[in-house]
């Protein structure tokens, strides 16, 4: 058995890793439409946006059930990286953070501080895994003679890669790093404050761990705080990410963050920043509830086969 003092450094990555993967493929469905909603509106201009529940029907009836699982290798790869890099490293920052407290509670600043460095940590490693992901599920939105019918993730990132060079494979980097921030705040750092307010409301000693009460009432605000602060981001992240050159003018739509986020602005007006918000709020508060909730369950296991304490 490995070393205790091991398997306690790495308990935070190996069980945030494994919530992260295991939420990823539960919700990869709801993912994969509010990708194609966030994308309708650049691909169509003054077409309104189909509900996701719409895209996922159309998508059954033209390619099979299995079409709402496309990229799900992507979304598997991206989160064993970045969701295990961004909810281990959080966890790190903030025990030493407490540590450095006399092991009291930080406040929600030293919370905020630790979500949004282990965020942008973990976008910077896994944003290959992240372009992957949008290319296998926006690929067949494109027109028939323009798709790339990528094959697999791997697929994906050697001809991403090989076609575009080596930098394609951080396109959108900066938009992902604020969103990643973003997420991260709204999602960890939020629930570690809703945890020890809902713990309170309840009377929840947490003496061995949150109740259950309390850990389902820190995710449904976690989950609404998540989607709410990064949603401008992921939108922003997703039109750059899928951007291609074009034919004509020999550039790409978008020139940039601030370009992007000016053209959403200026075609779709201050609404067109949550345009897909009913998809993605879909996407992530089953996602960060999943993942916290687990996320509990699964460190408790992790502890006992470690014989690790608390």
Request: overall charge positive.
């Amino acid at each position: 058995m490995p070393d205790k003092s091991i398997a306690k450094i790495a308990e935070p990555f190996a069980c945030g890793g494994s919530a992260a993967t295991f939420a990823s493929m539960v919700i990869h469905p709801m993912d994969l439409a509010k990708v194609r909603m966030q994308l309708f509106g650049q691909l169509n201009p003054g077409k309104p946006v189909p509900g996701f529940s719409t895209i996922l029907t159309s998508m059954i009836k033209h390619d099979g059930v299995t079409s709402v699982y496309k990229g799900v290798d992507a979304a598997i790869g991206r989160q064993m990286v970045y969701g295990t890099a961004r909810i281990g490293l959080h966890r790190a920052f903030s025990d030493k953070l407490k540590e450095m407290n006399d092991g009291k509670p930080i406040n929600f600043g030293m919370k905020t501080l630790s979500g949004m460095a282990s965020g942008s940590i973990a976008v910077c490693i896994g944003t290959p895994f992240d372009i992957a992901l949008v290319r296998l599920q926006s690929d067949s939105m494109a027109p028939v003679d323009e798709r790339k019918n990528y094959k697999n993730v791997f697929d994906a990132l050697k001809r991403t890669a090989a076609e575009e060079g080596p930098g394609a494979l951080y396109k959108g980097l900066a938009p992902n790093i604020l969103r990643g921030m973003a997420m991260n705040v709204g999602m960890l750092a939020c629930y570690d404050q809703a945890k020890e307010t809902v713990g309170k409301l309840l009377g929840d000693p947490m003496t061995n761990g949150p109740a259950l009460t309390t850990q389902i009432g820190a995710s449904c605000v976690a989950g609404f705080t998540a989607a709410l602060f990064s949603m401008p981001f992921d939108l922003i992240k997703s039109r750059l990410m899928a951007q291609k050159v074009d034919p004509t003018t020999g550039k790409l739509p978008y020139g940039g963050v601030a370009d992007c986020a000016m053209q959403i602005f200026k075609k779709e007006g201050p609404a067109g920043f949550f345009s897909g918000f009913s998809a993605y709020y879909g996407r992530c508060a089953p996602h960060a509830m999943i993942i916290l909730l687990s996320i509990e369950s699964i460190t408790k296991g992790y502890r006992s086969v470690f014989g690790l304490s608390p």
